[in-house]
Structures are given as structure tokens and as C-alpha cells.
């Protein structure tokens, strides 16, 4: 079975009500390809979950950008995933690299958060990628392999509401995206991981995106290459090109 495309909106801790209402009003005028070829998920922060929620057209889905790792309680400061559900959020991105370098949460932390957060019934954007320093030594794919040991370490074989999204730190919002070439031989290497550590069938159902420095300009290239299933897109998320980035669906379908 054909992997479907997917396109996700990482809003970041950016927006204010004004800008939020006004990227939501453009994104509904957008002229977007049918949701039989791309899935579009798009994650605001949390405070603006539920205007998104209301005012979005459906076929854009929304998801949060982190939740606590167990049940909610004393826990300050903290979104849990049973509140995630109550507002009807379908998604959780879960280990960005923000999180995993600046908050330092630890590679076993975001398994379990990944697994509590399935296991309350919300899909999870699990993200891994190596730092520049990791990717000179040699060491991306071993680097992405112990992320996704310690996701699936707690998951088991539960990947079926996981969608991994490869983002290399130092394409992050830094204009240095990786070339079509680059992300296919990762996302290949990551396929292959899959494969030989979960099975056969999660490895070809499961979608890997790329994320990194992904504009308008670059999209159409990376989605035609076979593992590329789509992307996690972050500073051009804020813009009316993200409805661009949404139509190289149809590069996919073409290649
Ligand atoms: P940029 O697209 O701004 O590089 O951010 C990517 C990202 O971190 C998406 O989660």
C-alpha cells in the first residue's frame, strides 16, 4: 500500500491571536490538492490549540508540539496527552531537536512520552535527527538509530500511529537544507532500521519525513524521491508558500 504524503506545520512559539487568525484565514483560501494524496497536519502552540481547532478548515488537521510523559496532575507548566484528547487533538510532535538540545530531554524520555501519548489514542510526530558536529564525525545514522531504539524500546510494535520525521539539526531554520540526495540516503538507511529492528510492514507503511530548511523553492525536488513520504516544515509553516509546500504532493504522485 502507497504511503500518503504528509505535510506538517511546526508553528513554533511564534504567532500572537492576530497573526494565528490571519495565517488560519490564508490557509483556508488556499487552494489545496484533495486529502486522497496528502495528509496536512499543523501545530500551533498550545495556547492558540483551540482557535486553530475551530476556525480551520477540516481538512487540515492540527496537533500539539509536546506533551507531558504520564497522566496529568502536579505537573506545572505541563500539557498532558488525556488533555490533548478532551480538546480533540488527533496529534502529538514528540522530540523535536528544540526540545531534545535546549529543554536536554533525554532520548529514553521521548520513547516514553511517545508511548504514553499512543497509548491515551493521539498520533505521534516522532522526531530524530544528529547535530552538525555528529554528522562530520560520521555518526547520522548511528545517531538516529539510538533515537529510534529508545522510541522503540517503549513503543514495541506499535507504529502504526507514528509518523517519524527526520530533521538533521543543522538544517533547522538555518537555510542549509539538505539535498535531495542527503535525505534519501538517510530516510533509506531509516527504512532499512526499521525493517531489520520492527518488521517489513512497519517499515513500508511508515512515513518519514524530512524537515530542515523546507520552502516552496526546494519541496518539489525532495518529494520525488521514494522515501521522502513528506515534511515537517517550520519558519516557511508562517507563510502563504506552506500551501505550496502542501501541492508537491503532486510531484510525488507524478515521479
Ligand atoms: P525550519 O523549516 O524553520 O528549518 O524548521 C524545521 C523544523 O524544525 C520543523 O519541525
Redesign the pocket.
Known amino acids: 500500500m502507497a504511503r500518503k504524503f504528509f505535510v506538517?506545520g511546526?508553528w513554533?512559539c511564534n504567532g500572537t491571536l492576530e497573526s494565528v487568525s490571519k495565517l488560519v484565514d490564508t490557509l483556508n483560501a488556499g487552494a489545496i490538492v484533495s486529502t486522497d494524496i496528502v495528509e496536512v497536519v499543523v501545530a500551533p502552540p498550545f495556547i492558540h490549540l483551540p482557535l486553530v481547532k475551530d476556525r480551520l478548515r477540516k481538512e487540515i488537521q492540527v496537533s500539539a508540539q509536546n506533551c507531558w510523559v504520564k497522566k496529568g496532575g502536579a505537573y506545572t507548566g505541563e500539557v498532558s496527552a488525556e488533555q490533548l484528547v478532551d480538546l480533540g487533538i488527533p496529534y502529538v510532535?514528540l522530540g523535536?531537536?528544540?526540545r531534545r538540545h535546549i529543554m536536554k530531554e533525554s532520548h529514553d524520555f521521548v520513547g516514553q512520552k511517545c508511548a504514553y501519548a499512543l497509548s491515551k489514542g493521539l498520533k505521534v510526530i516522532a522526531?530524530i535527527g544528529e547535530t552538525l558536529e555528529e554528522r562530520e564525525a560520521g555518526d547520522t545514522i548511528k545517531v538516529c538509530a539510538e533515537q529510534l531504539t529508545a522510541i522503540k524500546e517503549a513503543i514495541g510494535e506499535n507504529w502504526s500511529e507514528v509518523v517519524v520525521?527526520y530533521?538533521p539539526v543543522w538544517?533547522?531554520?538555518?537555510g542549509k537544507v539538505a539535498t535531495p540526495e542527503q535525505a534519501e540516503e538517510v530516510h533509506a538507511e531509516l527504512r532499512k532500521w526499521l525493517a531489520e529492528n520492527v518488521s517489513a510492514e512497519v517499515a513500508e507503511a511508515t512515513r518519514i519525513l524530512y524537515?530542515?530548511?523546507?520552502t516552496a523553492g526546494n519541496c518539489k525536488e525532495l518529494a520525488k524521491k521514494p522515501n521522502v513520504d513528506g515534511f515537517?516544515?517550520?519558519?516557511?509553516?508562517l507563510k502563504p508558500e506552506f500551501i505550496d509546500i502542501i501541492n508537491s504532493a503532486q510531484s510525488k504522485v507524478a515521479a
Not at 538544517?171 to 538555518?174: E, M
Not at 515537517?232 to 509553516?237: F, I, K, P, R
Open positions: 506538517g511546526n513554533k510532535i523535536h531537536s528544540e522526531c520525521a530533521e538544517a533547522i531554520g538555518t524537515g530542515g530548511s523546507v515537517l516544515v517550520g519558519g516557511a509553516a
